[in-house]
């Protein structure tokens, strides 16, 4: 018995089927794996890495404050003559500053007789159980009277104590209050605890598991790991001291976040079997009218090919092949309008170069620098020789470089040309500043941008005036280039300025105003409409012009051709 054959409309479903939504799910699916694993790990290794640092921080804190005991009790040690002298006194002062900017924390030092009297206090604010005689066996005290000679770390009263006791002369203690720890903590976004070995609680910075005593709960102590408490799950670092007798623990609440991963992937699994439901019943509809529609595109496809563009394609079988039959559409309007705009920039580009080159080597203008070159042979030859390179760099630059854009670097190396020719023409009459900054140095302009418009300053910025500054600037902004040139020369009427801002929104050129308009237009059709240029003026103040281009630069070199970054 023969295998019936599937129709074309059913290979198409069982086809979206196997080969889009079966990998999708499964995608999903590894996918939620795959978040909830780097959840766990992300959970795990930031806690880690906080434990990691408040441990390093309070050992460094710890390290160098039982240092400071140990340098102290040795000066006590030493003192024959009590009380310690101004010198003594100076030292101490000296190296309790030191340990403090060291170790970002500052603490207190105490030195007291084997009567619980003061010898030196960094603070006025001497600690009650350092003085009142009943804490002289309790905390501290009747730590460093056990432990003769031996440098012992206690919490009293939410104060970090740092002793060492000196046989028959005394104690020496430094302190650092909780205050000190906070401001040095403060800014930890991970939960924390410290506390002893015992679980009495020197800082923490939220709300925490803590008995009847105040103690940190005995259930959670020295636990490392997810730890269950209250009903609520927490993950536990706890990292020991050495030889410290403190505990450093990191709290991080993952039942709040558990439960948003569990929402989120019950949200995914909801709309992936909608969307499948919707999909597995409409892929039979849909596949009925792209068998249509595709030999539909292949006919006009082929149309195209031979070189019909006045052709339009109509689908409406189902949005997606009708949002390609309007692509398609939209692509072929475009391709035509490329066409005509390709042709008006190769002419609009040909007679830019050419007003460019008469507006720089128009009889007048060659008459004044030749003229000026001729008399500065009799005065100035270094400036006669500087205008006549100058006036070379400027007609060579102009022929020699076929590429429609060069680099700001290169433009800017021309204007220096043109700029040193005006500055020995006007001397003093004439100044300008350039700044541009080195990031957009190696972007890709239009050849002869910036020239034109030191043209127009220098050309109508003069008009009843006996001097002219004009300032250059160009930057990056918002992915874009900014050219402004700017002068104080004598501005433009408020009308004319109307009329010029008019005729810049228009396609074709109906004024006398060339050179700003063909800037513009310039602009615009190499880089859309999005780019151009923008006037502002006050009469007798001048004139600010702004060019917006798109940030583009030359990438790399391959094969001989060039890559262009945007």
Known sequence: MNKKTASFKENIRYTFIAYSLVPAFIVSCLGVLIFSFVWRYAIVQYNRNQNEDISRILNHITISYCDLTVEAASILEQEDSLPFSDTTKAKLYEKVYQVGRESECQGNLYILNQRQQILFAFDERVPAFLINPEYAHWGILRSLGEEQEEVVIRLQESVLCIGKAIKDKGYVVATIPKEKLKELFGLQSQQFVIADESGWICLENGAIMKDNLGRLDNSVRQKNGFVPYNDTNYYFTSTPLTGKGLWVYTITDVETQSRILTLIIAVILVIFIAIGSIAYFSSGKMAVKYTHDIDEIAKVFEKVQKGELDITLHIGSSEEFRSIGKDFNIMLDSLKKQITQNQELAEHVAFAQVKQLETQFNPHFLFNTLDNIRFMTKIDIAAADKMIVS?????????????????????????????????????????????????????????????????????????GRDTLHV??????????????????????EKDLLWEIRNQLTMEKNTSTHLGLYNIHRRIQLMYKSDYGMKIDSKENEGVTVRLMLPYKREKCEEGGLSCIEY
């Open 471 to 492: 300032i250059i600037k160009g930057y990056q902004e918002n992915n874009r280039i900014i050219f402004v040139c700017q002068d104080n020369g004598a501005g433009i």
């Open 391 to 463: 006036l070379s760099r400027l007609l060579r630059y102009s022929i020699r470089d076929a590429r429609e854009e060069l680099t700001v670097r290169e433009d800017l190396d021309n204007l220096q040309s043109y700029l040193n020719i005006l500055q020995i023409r006007f001397n003093k009459r004439f100044f300008y500043e350039i700044d541009i900054e080195d990031e957009i140095m190696d972007c890709l302009i239009p050849k002869l941008l910036i020239q034109p418009l030191l043209e127009n300053a220098v050309k109508y910025g003069f008009a």
